[in-house]
């Protein structure tokens, strides 16, 4: 029951888009068939509407090819799909897509749980295939933006699996948490954007792209394309920025060097960390009132939840 106007579906929704939200497991699971909506979708799920096959876990190009025939062809929309098919456990067991892609990895020189969890990544590549291909049969996909980006680190692998893919031991305390965002459309060049952006400078990111109205002011996050200094928040206040890395847990700081690298024996000058750590505090500070005292209703009018 909190208004949360930057969401990107009460974003688009405000400018007449049909916002739809699908998801392929339990639609009611962490309470989404009341949050979805608040987030401005329309939303269905297993058990809501959403008839693909109930095991663990569910198929994401199942869940695709059940759902274009809702959007495409009715510009403008804006699409949210939560993908279930690359969850763990990583076996050939207890993961039906793992199993369902056994053979395509057979020949891979990796454990079982590393060969699980590409096989069942696999069922995600053939649904954004399928997206992929069924825009450009409708010509719609050169108009259409993907944005991709995973909600937290495989942890149903051990840490000597996910080293077995980054090929060293993994650093637990900040590149265990290392992530891709895509951002993809048909017709433009690629990039790499190597600068720090963590998941909140998400909507930030894509609300400039698109030309939409927003206030930097009242979010958490930074667009990445922009000129401001990338700061990384985690939950227990570490941080890492251009300048370097900052442990909140053991109170030690690294320092980077112009390259980005590691400069070993070197820590962050103290005052730098303070500063760094005021902002962080007042980011999460403000975030919390935001939630608590409902702040955004006090300055932005709240418009009608999508029905289309």
């Given at each position: 029951n909190r208004w949360l106007p930057f969401t990107m579906g009460n974003q688009f929704s405000k400018l007449d888009y049909r916002t739809l939200?699908?998801?392929?497991?339990?639609?009611?699971?962490?309470?989404r068939t009341t949050s979805h909506p608040n987030l401005g979708y329309k939303y269905k799920g297993?058990?809501?509407?959403?008839?693909?096959?109930?095991?663990?876990?569910?198929?994401?190009?199942?869940?695709?090819?059940?759902?274009?025939?809702?959007?495409?062809?009715q510009e403008p929309w804006h699409v949210y799909y939560m993908t279930v098919s690359g969850h763990k456990n990583y076996n050939w067991a207890?993961?039906?897509?793992a199993r369902r892609h056994k053979e395509d990895v057979a020949d891979l020189d990796m454990s079982e749980g590393c060969k699980a969890y590409v096989a069942c990544n696999m069922e995600l590549d053939l649904a954004m295939g399928l997206l992929v291909e069924r825009l450009?049969?409708?010509g719609e996909l050169e108009n259409t933006v993907f944005v991709i980006s995973g909600d937290h680190y495989?942890?149903?692998?051990t840490y000597e699996e996910i080293s077995e893919f980054l090929g060293h031991p993994v650093e637990t305390e900040f590149e265990l948490f290392k992530s891709t965002l895509i951002i993809w459309t048909s017709d433009m060049e690629p990039e790499t954007v190597t600068k720090y952006a963590s998941t909140i400078d998400i909507i930030p990111t894509i609300s400039n792209l698109f030309g939409l109205e927003y206030d930097s002011r009242l979010l958490s996050g930074r667009d990445i394309f922009s000129s401001q200094e990338p700061l990384v928040m985690f939950s227990d206040r570490s941080f890492i920025t251009k300048e370097g890395r900052y442990n909140a847990r053991t109170k030690t700081s690294e320092n980077f060097d112009e390259e980005g690298n590691l400069v070993l024996g070197e820590s962050l000058p103290p005052e730098y960390v303070d500063y760094v750590n005021?902002?962080?505090?007042?980011?999460?500070?403000?975030?919390?009132?935001?939630?608590?005292?409902?702040?955004?209703?006090?300055?932005?009018?709240?418009?009608?939840?999508?029905?289309?």
């Open positions: 939200a699908y998801h392929n497991h339990y639609a009611e699971y962490y309470g297993l058990g809501t509407g959403l008839k693909v096959k109930e095991q663990w876990p569910e198929s994401d190009l199942e869940m695709i090819d059940l759902t274009t025939g809702e959007f495409i062809g207890g993961q039906m897509m450009k049969d409708a495989p942890y149903g692998l005021n902002i962080i505090s007042n980011r999460f500070y403000f975030a919390k009132l935001i939630l608590e005292e409902d702040y955004y209703k006090y300055i932005i009018p709240r418009w009608p939840a999508p029905v289309r």
